[in-house]
């Protein structure tokens, strides 16, 4: 790859689908909230993601997920697959819409641990008895797509972001990423 290539899982989510979507009259309801203008522009933007082979023992039971978390600060919302994913679900994307990679693996893996040790503990106090959580790097670099839509313009600028793979709008973390973003 070259150095502006990027391993990107294949988005779900078209250009077309995400300008229905930033234009829905749902999103268009709430303009009062967001104090959202009329849509701009769509730009694509990528977040590198490490992906990892998850082990969960307690017990006798053992869980094998494939998790991957965000590298831009850890505080993402961890995506989860069936399997790892296979080489045509993904693609080499050459764009410069993408931020950096921060986190160091020893940082990713101790974030990842603690917010699988949170989601197991919801599920009960008793089932965390013999607790064991493994994590191996299965994808070093992952890249998820994403839509930013502009809204506006000047002072009255604002964006909205969708996950275009799995076609949801993130909420203020995100955003306040891309904005720190567009401002460095």
């Given at each position: 790859m070259t150095p502006q290539s990027s391993k990107v899982l294949r988005a779900n989510v078209s250009r077309q689908q995400a300008e229905i979507a930033f234009n829905s009259s749902g999103l268009r309801r709430l303009s009062w909230i967001y104090d959202l203008q009329?849509?701009?522009?769509?730009?694509?933007?990528?977040?590198?993601?490490?992906?990892?082979?998850?082990?969960?023992?307690?017990?006798?039971?053992?869980?094998?997920?494939?998790?991957?978390?965000?590298?831009?600060?850890?505080?993402?919302?961890?995506?989860?697959?069936?399997?790892?994913?296979?080489?045509?679900?993904?693609?080499?994307?050459?764009?410069?819409?993408?931020?950096?990679?921060?986190?160091?693996?020893?940082?990713?893996?101790?974030?990842?641990?603690?917010?699988?040790?949170?989601?197991?503990?919801?599920?009960?106090?008793?089932?965390?008895?013999?607790l064991n959580i493994q994590l191996e790097p299965a994808i070093e670099e992952l890249h998820m797509p994403y839509w930013v839509g502009f809204f506006g313009a000047n002072e009255k600028a604002s964006i909205k972001v969708l996950d275009a793979t799995r076609g949801v709008i993130e909420g203020g973390k995100f955003r306040r990423l891309v904005h720190e973003w567009l401002a460095s």
């Open positions: 009329p849509l701009r522009s769509i730009a694509d933007l990528y977040i590198p993601f490490r992906l990892y082979r998850v082990s969960i023992e307690r017990g006798s039971t053992r869980d094998i997920r494939w998790m991957a978390l965000d590298l831009v600060f850890g505080g993402l919302d961890p995506f989860t697959f069936e399997s790892l994913p296979a080489a045509d679900d993904m693609n080499i994307v050459n764009n410069r819409n993408r931020l950096l990679p921060k986190l160091e693996d020893s940082t990713a893996r101790s974030l990842l641990t603690t917010k699988i040790q949170r989601v197991l503990f919801q599920t009960g106090f008793f089932r965390m008895r013999g």
